[in-house]
C-alpha cells in the first residue's frame, strides 16, 4: 500500500478550506488546514508537507509573502507550491507567485477534478522523489559498505603480499644460508679427508724418525753434545707427533675414550692450569651450575680444547680482558646439524678485538690463523670442531668485530653408565713384568720405514720381528710358518685392512694376541675386535714394550 502524504491548506476563510478538503478527500492523503500564513509556518515545522494549496489574498501577510517566507526554510525549498485564487490572475501577477516560489496556479471557481488531478501529480511527484532519494541514500551506504570491504581487501592483500615477501625473502635467506653451511662442510670434508690422508704419512714418517732416534740414544756413545743433539731431535719429532694428532682430531680420525664426565670438576681441576696460561690482566669468570648432565666425551681431548679456546680468547685482548666461561643444558637454540637428543652447551666468550664475517667464516680452516708469524699454528679451532664433530656435538663462532667472540661447544649428555665405562683396549694402569724370553713378533705394515723401524726396536728389546708388507702377505706367513708368540698390525692398508687382519687371526689363532698400531680413530663395531689391544702411532720403545707386555700377560704366553 502506497504510504499517504501530507497536504497543507492554507486560506483564511473556513468555508473555502472544507471545499478544499471535499474536493481532495478522494485522494487518500493527510490534509492539514491552516486559516493564515502564522498557522501555517506552524504546521511546516511540525510536518513533513508534501503539497502545499495557498491562497492569494489574505488580510496579515498575502500569498507571496508567506510563499517566498517558506521557501526561505531548506526543507521546503523544492516543495510543490499551487496558488489558488478568483482575483489577480494576469500574467504579471502569475510571474510574481513563480518568482516567490510558486509551480502551478488553480483559479477560482475551481474545477474538482482539476485541483485532484494537480495535486495528486505533485503528491506522486513527492512520494517518488523521496524513494528516489531513499535509494540513493541507500546506493550511497552500500557503495560505502562496498567500498570499505574492497579497501579491506586491499588492505589485506597488500599484507598477504607483503607477507608473502617476507616469507620469500626468509625462505631465500635460509636456502642461501644452508647452501653456504653446506658448501662449508663440503669444503671442510675435503680438506679434512686431505688432512687426515697427510697426517696418516706424516705418522709413519714421524714413527720411523722416533723409532731410529730412540735406537740411536741408546747406541751412540754418552756425549754431551751428541746427547743435546739427539734430545731436540727426539723433542722435534714429538712435536710433530703433537701437530698430527692436531690434524687428526680436525679430520675426525683421532682415537678418542669417551666416557661420562661431570664438567664441574673437570673446569676446577684445570682452572689453575687455565690461569697460569692466560697469564696477568686476564680475568675469568665463571658462569657453571653446580648441577649439570655429565657428557660423554673424551675427558683429556675436552680439556685440551677449553686450553685452545682460552688461549685464543686471551691473544684476542692483548691489552687484557675478561673470560666467561658458562655451561647449562639448552634444548632450544640448538644447532639445526645435531641429531635429536640432550646436550649441553659450553661456551667461552671474550671482550677482546673481534672477527668480521669473513675471518669467522674460516676460523675453524686448519693453519688459518690471524696472529703473527711464529705465535699460532692455525689448528686450535679446527681441534676443537673436529673434538665436537667426533663426539656427536658442535663448534659455532659468533663475533663482531670489536665486541669480542662467543665459542659455542656443544656436547651430548652421557644418558648412561655403560657409555661412560672405559674403552675395552684400554691398557692396564698396574705394572707388568717383563717377559723372560725372547718372543716371536710378526710385524704388519705397508710403509717399509715403518715395519723396519719397528722390527729394529722390537730386535732391540730381545725380540725376533718377522715383516710382512700387507695383511695378505701377513695371512700367507701364518700358514706357512709357525711358533709366532704376537702380531703388531698396521690398520690403515691397501686391500686387507688391520682390523680384518686382526679378525682373522682371532677365529683362525685363537690364542695368538694382535696390538693394532695406528693414528686412525675409526674401527668397525664388532664384539670379535673387544680383545684387540691399540697402539697410537708415533710410539717409543718404550711404549711398544709395554703394550707387547700387556698383550702377553693378556693372552697368558709363556707363564
Not at 552500500?142 to 570499505?148: D, F, G, Q, S, Y
Request: proline share 5%; charged share 25%.
Amino acid at each position: 500500500m502506497t504510504p499517504a502524504v501530507n497536504i497543507l491548506l492554507v486560506d483564511d476563510q473556513p468555508a473555502k478550506l472544507l471545499s478544499y478538503e471535499v474536493v481532495l478527500q478522494d485522494l487518500g492523503e493527510n490534509l492539514i488546514k491552516a486559516q493564515s500564513a502564522r498557522e501555517a509556518l506552524e504546521q511546516l515545522l511540525r510536518n513533513e508537507i508534501a503539497v502545499i494549496l495557498v491562497d492569494v489574498c489574505m488580510p496579515e501577510q498575502d500569498g507571496f509573502e508567506l510563499v517566498s517566507m517558506i521557501r526561505e526554510h531548506p526543507r521546503y525549498q523544492n516543495t510543490a507550491i499551487i496558488f489558488v485564487s478568483a482575483v489577480m490572475m494576469a500574467e504579471p501577477d502569475r510571474l510574481r507567485g513563480y518568482a516567490a516560489g510558486a509551480v502551478d496556479y488553480v483559479a477560482v471557481p475551481i474545477i474538482p477534478e482539476v485541483l485532484r488531478a494537480k495535486v495528486r501529480v505533485f503528491a506522486d511527484l513527492y512520494r517518488k522523489t523521496r524513494e528516489l532519494k531513499l535509494l540513493n541514500a541507500d546506493l550511497e551506504n552500500r557503495v560505502r559498505e562496498r567500498t570499505a570491504e574492497l579497501e579491506a581487501s586491499s588492505r589485506q592483500l597488500r599484507e598477504l603480499n607483503g607477507e608473502l615477501e617476507q616469507r620469500i625473502d626468509q625462505r631465500t635467506r635460509e636456502r642461501e644460508e644452508a647452501l653456504a653451511q653446506l658448501f662449508e662442510a663440503q669444503k671442510l670434508d675435503a680438506v679434512g679427508k686431505l688432512t687426515g690422508g697427510v697426517a696418516h704419512d706424516f705418522n709413519n714418517l714421524l714413527m720411523a724418525v722416533l723409532g731410529s732416534l730412540n735406537l740411536l740414544e741408546k747406541r751412540l756413545p754418552k756425549d754431551e753434545k751428541t746427547a743435546r743433539l739427539l734430545a731436540n731431535a727426539i723433542q722435534a719429532a714429538e712435536r710433530g707427533a703433537a701437530l698430527t694428532q692436531r690434524l687428526l682430531a680436525f679430520s675426525r680420525r683421532q682415537e678418542l675414550k669417551p666416557e661420562a664426565v661431570d664438567f664441574v670438576k673437570l673446569f676446577d681441576n684445570i682452572q689453575d692450569l687455565l690461569s697460569r696460561a692466560l697469564g696477568p690482566g686476564i680475568d675469568v669468570k665463571k658462569q657453571i651450575p653446580l648441577r649439570i648432565p655429565p657428557l660423554l666425551v673424551d675427558s683429556n681431548q675436552l680439556e685440551l680444547a677449553l686450553l685452545n679456546l682460552f688461549v685464543n680468547a686471551r691473544d684476542a685482548m692483548p691489552d687484557g680482558g675478561t673470560i666467561t666461561v658458562s655451561a647449562l643444558e639448552n634444548d632450544v637454540s640448538r644447532p639445526t646439524s645435531l641429531m635429536a637428543g640432550r646436550y649441553v652447551r659450553i661456551s667461552v666468550s671474550d671482550n677482546g678485538e673481534g672477527m668480521d664475517e669473513a675471518t669467522a667464516s674460516r676460523a675453524t680452516e686448519p693453519f688459518f690463523t690471524t696472529k703473527g708469524l711464529g705465535k699460532g699454528t692455525g689448528l686450535g679451532l679446527s681441534m676443537v670442531h673436529g673434538l665436537a664433530a667426533q663426539s656427536g656435538g658442535a663448534l659455532e663462532l659468533r663475533s663482531v668485530k670489536g665486541d669480542g667472540t662467543t665459542a659455542y661447544l656443544w656436547l651430548p649428555v652421557a644418558e648412561n653408565a655403560a657409555l661412560a665405562a672405559p674403552l675395552p683396549e684400554t691398557a692396564p694402569q698396574e705394572s707388568v713384568p717383563a717377559h723372560a724370553h725372547a718372543l716371536k713378533v710378526l710385524v704388519v705394515d705397508d710403509d717399509v720405514l715403518v715395519s723396519m723401524g719397528t722390527a729394529a726396536m722390537l730386535e732391540d728389546l730381545g725380540h725376533v720381528a718377522v715383516e710382512a708388507s700387507s695383511a695378505t702377505r701377513a695371512v700367507e706367513i701364518l700358514a706357512s710358518e709357525h711358533g709366532f708368540d704376537l702380531v703388531v698390525t698396521d690398520h690403515a692398508m691397501p686391500g686387507m685392512t688391520g682390523a680384518e687382519l686382526a679378525r682373522f687371526i682371532f677365529a683362525s689363532f685363537p690364542r695368538l694376541p694382535v696390538i693394532l698400531a695406528s693414528g686412525y680413530a675409526e674401527l668397525p663395531n664388532d664384539d670379535a675386535l673387544s680383545r684387540l689391544l691399540r697402539l697410537t702411532k708415533p710410539f717409543t720403545q718404550e711404549q711398544l714394550r709395554t703394550a707387547v707386555e700387556h698383550a702377553i700377560a693378556r693372552h697368558g704366553i709363556g707363564a
